[in-house]
């Protein structure tokens, strides 16, 4: 074999390695984005308080990419952290908002859609075929929680989770922390336990008021849809939360 034929065998190989070895690392990155770690504490670990000043909060892994897949602009800073153990699933949203819109009063929970407001939705599969379950929470800690059936059903008399809430509003931030039940999540199908993987999304409703005291509304999410108008309850946009003791 001459030396021509031994470069080119060569640099056929190297381009294939090099090929194989940048598919593998994007695999991987795509894979990770679209699973968060929930972390186990002990019992009397967390408070819900809206001051999550607890040093397990800062065990817990934070998802930070929130997008605004409907428009080119930046969005306001939003992360999202979660917790568990035997009997609550603990989460937190912290978010900037330099126009903080929120209602003085409401009449019913259905209202809290003209607010801003964080969002997290619970499945049971990843087409979601089967019914999957909301909770939408103001500046406030007010809630508005619902069951959901695929394509956008949405059942507005369904109180489920016992979630507890408590926040805290500053000039251009608001926190929101709570609680959910899991002997309620039991209920409806959800058990939580060591290695549990659980379909799961999260967003952010981001309102302003414009000039004309209309609402212009921008929507985060974690991960992308890949719909053509705002629309967060389709499949693509649940990823996968995986409990772990350890």
Same mark, same amino acid.
């Given at each position: 074999?001459? $030396?021509?034929? /031994?470069?080119?065998?060569? @640099? =056929? &190989?190297?381009?294939?390695?090099?090929?194989? *070895?940048?598919?593998? +690392?994007?695999?991987?990155?795509?894979?990770?984005?679209?699973?968060?770690?929930?972390?186990?504490?002990?019992?009397?670990?967390?408070?819900?308080?809206?001051?999550?000043?607890?040093?397990?909060?800062?065990?817990?892994?934070?998802?930070?990419?929130?997008?605004?897949?409907?428009?080119?602009?930046?969005?306001?800073?939003?992360?999202?952290?979660?917790?568990?153990?035997?009997?609550?699933?603990?989460? $937190?949203?912290? /978010?900037?908002?330099?126009? @903080? =819109? &929120?209602?003085?009063?409401?009449?019913?929970? *259905?209202?809290?859609? +003209?607010?801003?407001?964080?969002?997290?939705?619970?499945?049971?599969?990843?087409?979601?075929?089967?019914?999957?379950?909301?909770?939408?929470?103001?500046?406030?800690?007010?809630i508005l929680d619902y069951k959901a059936t695929y394509p956008r059903i949405f059942d507005f008399k369904v109180n489920w989770?016992?979630?507890?809430?408590?926040?805290?509003?500053?000039?251009?931030?608001?926190?929101?922390?709570?609680?959910?039940?899991?002997?309620?999540?039991?209920?409806?199908?959800?058990?939580?336990?060591?290695?549990?993987?659980?379909?799961?999304?999260?967003?952010?409703?981001?309102?302003?008021?414009?000039?004309?005291?209309?609402?212009?509304?921008?929507?985060?999410?974690?991960?992308?849809?890949?719909?053509?108008?705002?629309?967060?309850?389709?499949?693509?946009?649940?990823?996968?939360?995986?409990?772990?003791?350890?």
């Amino acid at each position: 074999m001459n $030396l021509r034929k /031994v470069l080119f065998i060569v @640099l =056929v &190989m190297i381009s294939c390695n090099y090929k194989n *070895e940048k598919t593998d +690392k994007n695999i991987t990155k795509k894979t990770s984005e679209n699973v968060y770690h929930v972390h186990y504490v002990q019992n009397s670990q967390i408070k819900v308080d809206g001051k999550p000043e607890e040093n397990a909060w800062h065990t817990a892994e934070t998802i930070k990419n929130f997008t605004l897949p409907w428009e080119a602009s930046k969005p306001q800073k939003t992360e999202f952290k979660a917790l568990y153990n035997k009997d609550y699933f603990y989460f $937190l949203f912290y /978010v900037t908002d330099t126009s @903080l =819109v &929120m209602l003085d009063s409401v009449e019913n929970e *259905e209202e809290l859609v +003209k607010e801003d407001r964080v969002e997290i939705y619970f499945a049971f599969d990843e087409e979601l075929n089967q019914p999957y379950y909301c909770v939408e929470i103001d500046a406030k800690g007010r809630i508005l929680d619902y069951k959901a059936t695929y394509p956008r059903i949405f059942d507005f008399k369904v109180n489920w989770g016992l979630t507890k809430t408590a926040t805290t509003i500053t000039d251009n931030n608001y926190i929101v922390e709570a609680s959910i039940s899991l002997s309620e999540m039991r209920k409806l199908g959800y058990s939580i336990e060591d290695k549990t993987k659980l379909k799961v999304a999260v967003f952010r409703a981001d309102f302003e008021i414009a000039k004309n005291d209309s609402l212009i509304k921008h929507w985060q999410t974690w991960l992308n849809p890949d719909e053509v108008k705002p629309n967060y309850h389709v499949p693509a946009s649940f990823g996968d939360f995986i409990f772990s003791i350890k």
